[in-house]
């Protein structure tokens, strides 16, 4: 029987409830037989960092990079626990992307059935995108400076050729094996950018278009970060694969869930070329912990990726039209806030429940 070896996070605020209901699914996919997920337990976050002083021990990072097949993490952070330069503690953002070097951030938008986009009209399937988020670069390359207030200071947007070359390959890659066929307009690579005004965008672009030529028969489209936050709004069916910069990857994904019922409904990975983690790509909501409100679908479907990436796609595939199956048979509904009824154990029940 083939193992994987499986690290989790469990989190802050909803983190555990959420991976909970995650493990609950991914035990349903494993009970079929064919493989299975031996789990261990890392302490990582905001709530380590108040216990330990670290948010993620040297020694922890190495075992997720050098021990594990992947890792199913929980949205970390918070508000009250702050790093001695004032920035929140227990962001493992820095920490996990750029320690074990998970530099694709993948972030998929799609509407998913029985969930209303706040866009109004858009069927099931109507927007069925994936923002590929440059994770390691960037106006991230600041991080870890403090967020002091002072009378002037400025940020740092790096982006480095071989940084743009190999996000831009994944896209690529992942626009190629997401099907479609030339000129359905499902079978491109947009890339997403500044290159009007800022140098390091102008290199993405550039360096975008050598990728390019690699894969003749992608599409390419190139839209300024303005004009696509409008498209993503007017047009979010015409999209199948998006590559941008880390902060635009922030902004603009976050945009793209709120059009597909929330974001609390949005898994992601952020996959190197040796480790990845998989997670919501919301926040710890430390508000609603322990209160049966919190959404695990993100969560859920951060844990389908996770199997995809273990080449269990058909295993992924199946937790999604679990999902799917469960919110179209109105056996879980998305109130407008993205919350889901019936909470986290309902909904992990749900799913589990199509895939026996
Ligand atoms: C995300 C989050 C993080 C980011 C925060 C928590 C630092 O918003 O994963 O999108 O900005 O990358
Ligand atoms: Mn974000």
Redesign the pocket.
Known sequence: MQVHDIAVIRGDGIGPELVDAALTVLGAVTAKGGFELNYSEVDAGADTYRRTGVACSPEDLEYLRTAVAATLKG???LPDVRFPDGT?AG?L??IL?IGLDAYA?V?PALLLPGVTSALGGVPAGGIDYVIV?E?TEGL?AS?GKGVGNRWAVSDTLMTTREGTLRICRRAFELAAARGGAPGDGKHRVTCVDKSNVLRSHALFRETFFEVAADFPDIETEVLYADAAAQALVLRPGDFDVLVME??L??VL??LGGATVGGISLCG?GNIGDVSAYF?P???SAPSIAGQGLANPIGQILAAAMMLDHLHHTAEGDLVRAAVAGALEAGDIRIRPDGSATGGPVAVAEAVAARLT
Do not use: A, C, K, M
């Open positions: 949205p970390v952070g929140e962001l953002g820095g992307r951030n972030r988020r994770n991230y991080r880390n902060f990857g922030d994904s976050d992601s997670e790509i919301h926040g």
